[in-house]
């Protein structure tokens, strides 16, 4: 039986790129896979741990007969990527990404795929672990883990469904929202807890007394700052690349902050109570899905 | 041998002041546990087990010949405590208390306890559990666990140094702050966090599309929200207690928001991963201690 994809193109063949390879192989989805990448080192090491069949040298060549390529690399370098790709990009070709923002990812795309255009499909996998790079990528990353698919009115049915059977084969729960929705949903629930986890912990970094102050930290210091010790170059980026929906956010938060200061600078028990049981309640009946 | 503490007389014979019974007991440190509370099912319950001796039905004849005093109930209740056991205390009865923060019962000691002020050494254990009551009183509960003393100027010190013996015990390390700067310290790695995730979920909460966002929110909200599923009343009465540290807290905390907030604004990428990485660098050195 012919596998669902003959070949795919992997652009960046470490942990996201790597996993989504790895995934399709358990699956008997896939039938060869290529690499592109900017590391040889990543790509030899890809090539060893049995990621890549083989590490592709002409990307034209490689793109025109290909049934799907990701872009699994950093969200600053697919503007390049799609440029380069967008002359030899077969009529056939779907292109997906991994990239953690969408519209600009969008932009990007409209900026550079030109006429095939209608054959990306954006997509984010909330899949991440600790570690990065060609030898943390596991075939089951993306099992039972949410793929986001930011669709463009561009796109056909059959091109949505194509590219979501490609996630789905990963084992991972595919839902839809346009590229604005996800950014707006991520700045909200993702962004701004980290970009205050970051502000905690910079405010106190840089206080004459912080050793006395991290000294006593306990547990719920742990939690609420467990994130601050995200990468700062990730970050910085995210941030940058969903600037204008983490701007509003941080607006929205500053507002709440506002509101909640005012009622203890009136000695508002009944509204801090009000405040802290509605976030109680929700919390606490929330579950990670 | 005659134990350490003779008798003890514990307000409030829940988590707190149970777990402090129990963690004497367990040491040989005490003679005779006496209760009372608000609530006789409690007291019925310590007393079965094991916490208490004796349920205490007149405070007076109770404290005038105890060696020390624990007041564990909320803050809110201590003021009236103080009012009651003043004028009873023995010569050489210590009191010492479990509240959480710590310029509040001070003031209330020294406006109730009036000549026996100096007899009053504030403590702070840093320790709890997700229950509370009698029945989740554990001897182990200040095991290697922090307690903050905070002395007054009039203690002696010899006062201080026989209630330190009490917490330690229990098996706790101590240190001391004065309250002033107890307040301030938790202040800023305790009390402001709690707000801050509150703040994000009520935040949340308001909003119509609330479902879809939580139905994303993945492991960075799990953790810095954690916090926000505490007590509502709990930490009301903390606020307050705490409100001139914690209104200084808030106000640097919307300052550093707004360096980030024009940092984003101005696409500063260099002041983004500058803050990060400073974030990043203290929080993956803190251990907790």
Redesign the interface.
Known sequence: MQPTFRKIVIFGAGLIGGSFALALRKAGAVGEVVGFGRSQSTLDEAKRLGILDRIGSDVASEVCDADLVLLATPVAQMREIFARIAPHLGAQTLVTDGGSTKCDVVAAARGNLGDKLAQFVPAHP?AGAEKSGASAAMPDLYLGK?V?LAPLPENSRQSVARVRQAWESCGAVVSELTPEEHDG??A???H???????????????REN?D??????????????????????M??DI??AN?DA??QE?????D???V??QA??N?D?AK??E??????????T?T??
Not at 275 to 283: D, P
């Open positions: 909330i949410k986001v949903v991520f909200a629930v993702s701004l807890p980290h970009l205050l986890s970051f502000a905690l912990v910079h405010d106190l970094a840089q912080k006395l102050l991290l000294s006593f930290a306990a547990s719920g210091f742990r939690d609420f700052t467990r994130i601050a010790a995200s990468s700062p170059e970050w910085r941030s940058l600037r983490l701007l941080v607006k929205r938060y500053a709440e902050l506002y909640i200061h203890l600078q000695n028990a801090l109570e405040i802290f049981s509605l976030a109680r309640e929700v919390r606490s929330w990670q899905q």
